[in-house]
């Protein structure tokens, strides 16, 4: 049987034609700055997300380190949303690395914190207070877009504090494909969501497909910055090129199918709406996120993984669409679940592992 992995984006394996690119290519040390492939895609996503400068990250959460760390220094602080995957999810890597002190704010449904909170957190210049450096904001978050009209106005309020601001982009191409619409300009959706950060994170292993890889873009001095910073957390890779041509073969090819993933996911949500025992929490770009009533999330999850479908959650469950999930694999799970709804109660299973934006 199939296995419908609905689990993350990052479940995706390389297919067979970005496996030969990769098979085919150039490499050099990118340690000692000579790696071709590496290289070339630094200027090519550099040019994307119309910055100065990029540099390769073996993961995104080591990119926005990696960010934080070009920002602040020791006792400075960062402005992030209490869920934000640069508070939450990182193991607390910019206050155990950096020094540097989170403020993390309340957000709500659309992962937004109010542009009056941000305002009250931002520390006036006294001994008393940490420093108050940089705003960190996440797009897609929770696959949700954020509007542009927040994007502008929360960056604006940084910037007249002196803040920088750095975006946590690890889908942004999601949110750049959602922004252009049918037969849209992606490129240019992209750079209009980047031009509001002086640093952007980008993920090439999520809804992009490439098996490693993320890129931290901003101007030439805060890359080399960060750079240093990459050196010492151990960031520093020698024929990076073999996974470079894995996430070129991506930028050309897996961009624009990204609307896919989303009518997918919008497909698997109104199926999913109004079956008895569900609502449906949210559903933007290639995320689903689902509440099960009665506490019987983890007997779906149960009942998903028997039939070959997988995915995470407990009380709220969740879907993400990808590369590797077609429309068959849409309709078995929605057969499956609609076979779950109908069933009613059952004793609960042994619960399941809590939902994360893994
Ligand atoms: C996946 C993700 C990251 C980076 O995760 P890694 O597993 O370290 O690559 C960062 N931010 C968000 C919002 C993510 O979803």
Known sequence: MKVVDLRSDTVTRPTAAMREAIARAEVGDDVFGDDPTVLALQARVAALTGKEAALFMASGTQSNLCGMLAHCQRGDEYIVGQLAHTYRYEGGGAAVLGSIQPQPLVQDAQGRMALADIAAAIKPDDPHFARTRLLCLENTWNGQVMSHDYLAQATALARQHGLACHLDGARVFNAAVADAGPGGDVPAALRRITGYFDSVSVCFSKGLGAPVGSMLCGSRELIARAHRVRKMVGGGMRQVGLLAAAVDHALDHH??????????????????????GLSVRSAATNIVFVDVDQGRGADLLAHLKARGIWATGLIGLRFVTHLDVDDDGIERTLAAVREFCAQGSTVSASPAAAAGPY
Do not use: F
Not at 255 to 276: C, F
């Open 255 to 276: 961009v624009e199918r990204l609307a896919e993933d989303h009518r997918r996911a919008a497909k698997l949500a109104q199926g999913l709406q109004g079956l008895p």
